[in-house]
């Protein structure tokens, strides 16, 4: 392995953010960094969950940037947008699998869920009245074993 001597030697990290973002045709810019870095560290998360990770580090950012950073990482396939009933929006990084989540309906935790036949679209809807099928999001609701431990623990 060479390193190929470039000019902006920063850490592995971050140029692996940096180059992910310019692939996706965007302008490399510390906020994006930022976001992305604090979504490989928390998958489904809010951008005010966004925005409280990194703006001790990135000091003059504000929510309103977040959310536009989150826009064109959405917007360029970057990033996966998903709104369970009753949540906000919840941001990830993984992207055209298809994948299905689960929330709890107590405490609304997250977890992804594999796709249910393993190809996607994974469901096969019995009328499709002419749309031509691309993807099908599905939201299982249950209670995550947390919260069942709980429920169990207040009957009397
Ligand atoms: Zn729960
Ligand atoms: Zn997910």
Not at 18 to 25: C, D, L, M, S, V
Request: net charge negative; proline share 5%.
């Amino acid at each position: 392995m060479h390193t190929s001597g470039t000019a902006d030697a920063a850490l592995p990290a971050v140029v692996d953010h940096a180059a992910e973002i310019r692939a996706a045709g965007l302008k490399v810019t510390a906020p994006r960094v930022a976001v992305l870095q604090g979504l490989a560290a928390s998958p489904h998360a809010t951008a005010d969950q966004l925005y409280d990770s990194i703006s001790s580090t990135l000091t003059g950012t504000s929510l309103q940037a977040v959310y536009g950073v989150l826009a064109a990482f959405t917007t360029a396939g970057l990033v996966r947008r998903i709104e369970p009933a009753g949540s906000a929006a919840l941001f990830e990084r993984r992207v055209g699998d298809n994948h299905h989540h689960i929330v709890c309906t107590r405490c609304h935790s997250v977890r992804d869920v594999e796709c249910v036949t393993g190809e996607a679209p994974c469901l096969t809807p019995s009328d499709t009245a002419g749309f031509v099928v691309q993807t099908a999001e599905v939201t299982f609701w249950g209670l995550c074993p947390d919260c069942q431990a709980d429920t169990a623990a207040d009957i009397p």
